[in-house]
């Protein structure tokens, strides 16, 4: 039991130059190289392993790590004396994709409980949602492949009506959907209560407040209690 525990992500920004000329411009995958290793700290023998998968969300994006909601879970199983140890894998930016192509890194942690939060930063981009679901499941079959015994929760999203109806209907129907055809647990919304409340969130209108932080957490026990003291 006791702090929740983060995957270190460290960012290599590559500029390239060319004799008398402008670097060109370029994109963040041109730009940037993400290694992942994994915290110094180490889990207490003994403890369960509660990971949350994610983006800015989970990594409590404008906050201390300490506000946001998987420390907050983390301090819940502390004061239920439940022998668990948490650790935040979000990282700020991340798609599908990107979660799809990091995840064997996170995989070498044996995991007992392993909360999926990831599609917000695909959903915003208009990225198609057959890549995105994609993506969501081969995520899943990965975790499934490396220990079947893993309990999976899925954290539905929800988006702005920016890019038509059809898809912001689509998207939302996507969550639900994956954990039916996949038998996991889902969180509705995971941003239930705090989406479109100006004072539960940062300037930007997306990222939860240190408030907004506290409900989310609230959304996310409801659905992992059961889990959790069944395991």
Request: aromatic fraction near 8%.
């Amino acid at each position: 039991m006791g702090k929740v525990l983060k995957f270190r992500y460290f960012l290599i920004l590559l500029v390239l130059w060319n004799c008398g000329e402008k670097p060109k411009k370029a994109t963040t995958e041109d730009v940037v190289k993400t290694e992942t290793t994994t915290s110094y700290e180490t889990v207490t023998e003994g403890d369960k392993v509660l990971l949350f998968f994610g983006n800015s969300l989970t990594a409590a994006y404008g906050l201390d790590t300490e506000e946001g909601f998987p420390n907050r879970i983390q301090l819940k199983m502390d004061s239920l004396g439940l022998d668990y140890t948490v650790i935040n894998s979000g990282l700020s930016g991340e798609t599908t994709a990107g979660g799809r192509n990091r995840l064997d890194w996170v995989l070498n942690q044996a995991v007992d409980i392993f909360v999926l939060e990831l599609g917000a930063n695909d959903g915003l981009r208009g990225i198609p949602l057959t890549e995105t679901r994609a993506n969501l499941q081969a995520i899943i079959d990965m975790v499934r492949a490396k220990n079947p015994q893993t309990k999976i929760v899925l954290a539905g999203m929800q988006i702005p009506p920016n890019l038509g109806r059809d898809y912001t209907a689509d998207f939302k129907n996507m969550y639900p959907e994956l954990a039916t055809a996949n038998d996991v647990a889902l969180i509705p919304f995971l941003l239930q209560g705090v989406a479109g409340v100006p004072e539960l969130n940062l300037e930007d209108g997306i990222h939860p407040t240190a408030e907004g932080q506290k409900i989310v957490a609230k959304t996310v026990w409801n659905v992992l209690q059961s889990l959790v003291l069944e395991n």
